[in-house]
C-alpha cells in the first residue's frame, strides 16, 4: 500500500507560528509534505497571492526540511483543482488533504465535493475554539467521506487574528523583515 502525501493549502494571510508547526509536524507524519498558497473563494485576502505564496515560501525554505515541498503551481481557489494538480505534478495516489477543525462543516458546500471525497482522505487538525460537533460527524459518516483526526498541537493563532492585533510574535522569524520592510500587513 502506497503511503500518503499530505496537501496542505492555506490562504496564509499572512503565515503564523501556527503555519510553521503544522508543516514541522507534517513532515513527521508524512514522507512529503506539498504546501502552497490559494485565494479562499469565502475569504477576502488583505495581500494579493503573490505575496503571500512568497511569504510562505520564505518559511518553507527557512524550514529546510527536504520532506516539505512549497509548489504554488498546485494553487487554485478551488480544493478538486488543487488536488487534481498535484496528482499530475507529483503522479501520487493517495493524498491527504490537510484541513482545520474550523473548516470541515465547510467541505459539504465546496465546489465538487463528491469528486474531491473520491480522491482524498482529510486530515483534519484540531484547532481551539472549534470542536467538530457530533451533526459534522454524521455528515461525514452519511457521505462516506474519508478522514482522520489529528493529534497535533498547534498555538491559538490565527491568519486572522493577527490582522486584528498586530502582534509580531506570532509570525515566524523567517518572514519578519519582509512583512516589516514592506510595511506589509499595517493596520487600516
Known amino acids: 500500500?502506497?503511503?500518503?502525501?499530505?496537501?496542505?493549502?492555506?490562504?496564509?494571510?499572512?503565515?503564523?507560528i501556527g503555519h510553521k508547526k503544522i508543516l514541522e509536524e507534517l513532515s513527521k507524519i508524512y514522507p512529503f509534505t506539498i504546501s502552497y498558497v490559494s485565494n479562499n473563494p469565502q475569504k477576502?485576502?488583505?495581500?494579493?497571492?503573490?505575496?503571500?505564496?512568497?511569504?510562505l515560501k520564505t518559511l518553507v525554505d527557512d524550514l529546510d526540511n527536504p520532506k516539505i515541498l512549497f509548489n504554488q503551481k498546485v494553487s487554485s481557489q478551488w480544493a478538486v483543482e488543487s488536488i487534481k494538480n498535484c496528482k499530475k505534478i507529483y503522479k501520487f495516489k493517495s493524498l491527504d488533504f490537510v484541513i482545520g477543525s474550523d473548516l470541515i462543516k465547510d467541505i459539504f458546500c465546496w465546489k465538487n465535493f463528491d469528486k474531491i471525497i473520491k480522491e482524498v482522505s482529510f486530515f483534519i487538525i484540531d484547532r481551539e475554539g472549534y470542536t467538530i460537533e457530533s451533526d459534522t460527524f454524521k455528515m461525514l459518516e452519511t457521505y462516506k467521506v474519508k478522514f482522520k483526526i489529528s493529534?497535533?498541537?498547534?498555538?491559538?493563532?490565527?491568519?486572522?487574528?493577527?490582522?486584528?492585533?498586530?502582534n509580531y510574535?506570532?509570525?515566524?522569524?523567517?518572514i519578519l523583515d519582509i512583512i516589516k520592510k514592506n510595511n506589509l500587513y499595517v493596520s487600516t
Not at 151 to 166: A, G, H, T, V
Request: hydrophobic share 30%; charged share 20%.
Open 169 to 174: 510574535s506570532n509570525l515566524p522569524i523567517s
Open 44 to 55: 477576502n485576502h488583505k495581500e494579493d497571492i503573490s505575496i503571500r505564496s512568497y511569504l
Open 1 to 16: 500500500m502506497e503511503k500518503s502525501i499530505a496537501l496542505f493549502g492555506t490562504s496564509a494571510d499572512p503565515p503564523t
Open 151 to 166: 493529534n497535533i498541537k498547534i498555538p491559538n493563532i490565527s491568519s486572522s487574528k493577527f490582522r486584528l492585533n498586530s
